[in-house]
């Protein structure tokens, strides 16, 4: 019997583990975290009405492995609910699509022969002072939403999935590690072996032979490895500590990682002692405002009183090193000034806050991927194993809209898993 080791137990790993270990392989997976979920992370803190999310909240449409493995488990989930606005100074703006360029901007996206980074796109078409506005609320838009460096960004990816319509957004009652927590029983019952705090530091490997070293010296053995660690861990220079060691090198693979773009995110969770901003505006969804803290977002169809921040791309790079208290602050102030509220105020209302600064979690560091004009030859270089033996997955892998997604990760894991399972 064949054995596989799997390096990292997010929705990827579980996802590979699941579907190889259905098939009586052995199977083990190696998490670095004493917990399972990587960038899934639901906690339960007791000075929060409810479980909150620290990493993915949303499911973006009717997707269909999340949700098949959610009704399959029971799980149950929600359609979100509510409008956008733009917040600027107590006044609530009802979001019109965007700004008025945007129509234009899309037609010259899809009309694009050859794929250019979107700097250099926005500038060749949209350079003239009379677009000034478009170019900053696109490079906002683009590092907001899609953590994308728009210096590296593929124009032909974001208009892909800016013209993609996402149907209903969903949310897992209880939260995502609902999900995890399933993987996981399926794996177990499949007799799938899992260890957490066991951060990998070194892959020893001939053809359908691979030696394993972790940070706390055990040593494991298999056939073949699948690692679904995170672009950034791939992309770690020796000196760095989330550095994987592969004897001998595989260049070409860790050269290809690093033409996948990878983005900065902070997440930033406060409950207040009331839902100040129903009082204002009824079916408040999401808010858009001008601050530093840009995006912020509500729990409806839930009457809660949590609204959650969000810094992407190169916002979030220039605040990740200060403390959480540094960043509470610059989110406080950001609410007051949108809301044209004495921050004091605001700070007597809160009552529970977490920062999650995805940027500063080690084995992780960052949010999510994105497409640069050289990921699509890079990602077919990674989806080639290395010799029968080394296979890569996770949601940098996954091709299409869904890349940065728990979907592109599960079908990314699923889709790994068929492909080891024919090496076998
Ligand atoms: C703030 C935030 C919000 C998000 N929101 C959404 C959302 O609303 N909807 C959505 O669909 N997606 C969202 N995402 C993206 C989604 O969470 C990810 O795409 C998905 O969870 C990635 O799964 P993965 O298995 O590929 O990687 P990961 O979840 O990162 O799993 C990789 C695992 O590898 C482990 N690891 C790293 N190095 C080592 C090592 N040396 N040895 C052993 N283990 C190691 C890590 O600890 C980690 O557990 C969000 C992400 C973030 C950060």
Known sequence: ???????????????????????????????????????????????????????????????????????????????????????EKGKFKKQKEFNEGWGKLMKQMQELKQDIPLADFLNKYFGDDKYHELRESVKNFAGGFDLADISEASTKALYKEWNTEWEH?????????????????????????????CCVKKINWQKDEVNILTMCSRFFKSNKVVITVPVSVLKANAHSEDYIEFLPSIPQHIDAAKNIGYGDVIKILLEFNENFWNSAKKNVAF??????????????????????????????SSLKDNTDDEILKVALQSLANAFA?????????????????WCKEADINGGYSFNTIKTVAARKTLQQPVNETIYFSGEALFEGTLMGTVEGALESGKKTALQVLKNL
């Open 287 to 316: 808010i858009l405002t001008d601050e530093a803290v840009p995006t912020w977002w509500t729990q409806l169809p839930a009457e809660s009183a949590i609204l959650t921040g969000w810094i992407g791309g190169e916002k979030a």
């Open 1 to 87: 019997m064949d054995s596989i080791i799997i390096i990292g137990g997010g929705a990827a790993g579980l996802m590979t583990a699941y579907e190889l270990s259905k098939h009586k392989h052995t199977v083990i997976i190696l998490e670095a975290k004493n917990r399972l979920g990587g960038r899934i992370h639901t906690i339960n803190d007791s000075s929060f009405s409810q479980p909150i999310e620290m990493g993915a909240e949303f499911i973006h449409g009717n997707l269909p492995l999340t949700l098949s493995l959610l009704n399959e488990a029971g799980i149950a989930y929600h359609t979100t609910a509510g409008n956008m606005f733009h917040l």
């Open 341 to 357: 509220m004495n921050i004091e105020d605001l700070k007597i209302k809160l009552k529970a806050f977490k920062i999650a600064n």
């Open 169 to 197: 957004q969903y949310r897992i009652n209880g939260g995502y590690k609902l999900l995890i927590d399933y993987l996981e029983i399926l794996c177990k019952e499949n007799g799938c072996v899992i260890h957490t705090n």
